[in-house]
């Protein structure tokens, strides 16, 4: 089913696209629409500049990037847009998303951008922190928020059972 693009994920490199698709998977989980492309703020700045101007007049309402590098991807996009930009460090150079992480959180004051964790957690926190900021105006959605939450909970509670299990007087850790 086709739903209305409400999240643009921008990668610096189609390298990003594989932990990026956590924040994807996020958001179709939550049935909130996205879409991917590429755009580097250092190979093609004028694509990027494009798209993070279209994308309020074309409905999105929060950009997520991801870089690795020199990551002034989200930092730029932030600097084009009114739209709240979430950036994503990318473990791409020696130095392990590092560089990146303190690249995307250490913006000027003025232009924030929201830093989430490198890798793979990043991406799909990313997903999650985009639709709660979307969920703000639409109750629909923060209901399916709620419901992700109490699943998680709910897994909580099964692990929490398995190491009492495994715990108790005979259980596995026990014998
Ligand atoms: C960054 O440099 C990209 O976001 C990517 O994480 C990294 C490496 O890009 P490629 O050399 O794989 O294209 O701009």
């Given at each position: 089913m086709s739903r209305?693009?409400?999240?643009?994920?921008?990668?610096?490199?189609?390298s990003d696209l594989d932990v990026m698709l956590e924040a994807v998977k996020v958001l179709d989980a939550l049935e909130v629409g996205s879409e991917v492309i590429v755009a580097s703020a250092h190979r093609t700045p004028e694509r990027a500049r494009a798209y993070a101007q279209?994308?309020?007049?074309?409905?999105?309402g929060v950009l997520i990037a991801g870089a690795?590098?020199?990551a002034a991807l989200p930092g730029f996009l932030a600097a084009l847009t009114p739209?709240?930009?979430i950036g994503v460090p990318l473990a791409a150079t020696p130095l392990a998303g590092l560089d990146a992480l303190l690249a995307i959180a250490q913006m000027p004051k003025g232009v924030p951008v929201a830093t989430v964790a490198i890798g793979s957690w990043g991406a799909a926190n990313a997903g999650i922190l985009a639709a709660q900021i979307l969920a703000t105006g639409d109750p629909a959605l923060a209901t399916r928020l709620a419901a992700y939450r109490a699943r998680l909970a709910d897994e909580v509670d099964e692990r929490a059972r398995k190491v009492a299990d495994?715990?108790?007087?005979?259980?596995?850790?026990?014998a």
């Amino acid at each position: 089913m086709s739903r209305p693009v409400r999240v643009g994920i921008v990668l610096g490199s189609d390298s990003d696209l594989d932990v990026m698709l956590e924040a994807v998977k996020v958001l179709d989980a939550l049935e909130v629409g996205s879409e991917v492309i590429v755009a580097s703020a250092h190979r093609t700045p004028e694509r990027a500049r494009a798209y993070a101007q279209s994308a309020p007049g074309r409905g999105l309402g929060v950009l997520i990037a991801g870089a690795g590098g020199a990551a002034a991807l989200p930092g730029f996009l932030a600097a084009l847009t009114p739209l709240p930009v979430i950036g994503v460090p990318l473990a791409a150079t020696p130095l392990a998303g590092l560089d990146a992480l303190l690249a995307i959180a250490q913006m000027p004051k003025g232009v924030p951008v929201a830093t989430v964790a490198i890798g793979s957690w990043g991406a799909a926190n990313a997903g999650i922190l985009a639709a709660q900021i979307l969920a703000t105006g639409d109750p629909a959605l923060a209901t399916r928020l709620a419901a992700y939450r109490a699943r998680l909970a709910d897994e909580v509670d099964e692990r929490a059972r398995k190491v009492a299990d495994r715990l108790a007087p005979g259980g596995p850790a026990r014998a």
